[in-house]
């Protein structure tokens, strides 16, 4: 049974620091592009950051928070995580984790949301 579990949101103030993390199992956890994702009320899911499948593999950020949220993978923890320093009330938001096969295409998985809030 595929899960992917997110955890680590919660208020923060702006300025702050949260640190989100994604424990997957039911697949294998190093064949999968590995995601983090947000969506706003009212706004479209988008996409915030996502790391490559090997260990220290390369990574991509949205614009919006680059120099400010660092993605990591341990593969060996089957967990992929989600740093994020200098919180903007923009950043609010579900925070979501993907997990995309590099072999299947069109096969993902999907966390069921962890809620972020920046507010003082």
């Known amino acids: 049974q595929v899960q992917l579990v997110e955890s680590g949101g919660g208020l923060v103030q702006p300025g702050g620091s949260l640190r989100l993390s994604c424990a997957a199992s039911?697949?294998?956890?190093?064949?999968?592009?590995m995601s983090w994702y947000r969506q706003a009320p009212g706004k479209e899911r988008e996409l915030v950051a996502s790391i490559a499948s090997s260990a220290g593999g390369s990574t991509n950020y949205a614009d919006s928070v680059k120099d400010r949220f660092t993605i990591s993978r341990d593969n060996a923890k089957n967990t992929v995580y989600l740093q994020m320093n200098s919180l903007k009330p923009e950043d609010t938001a579900v925070y979501y984790c993907n997990a995309a096969s590099v072999f299947v295409a069109g096969r993902h998985y999907w966390g069921q949301g962890t809620q972020v809030t920046v507010s003082s």
């Open positions: 039911g697949f294998t956890f190093s064949s999968y592009v």
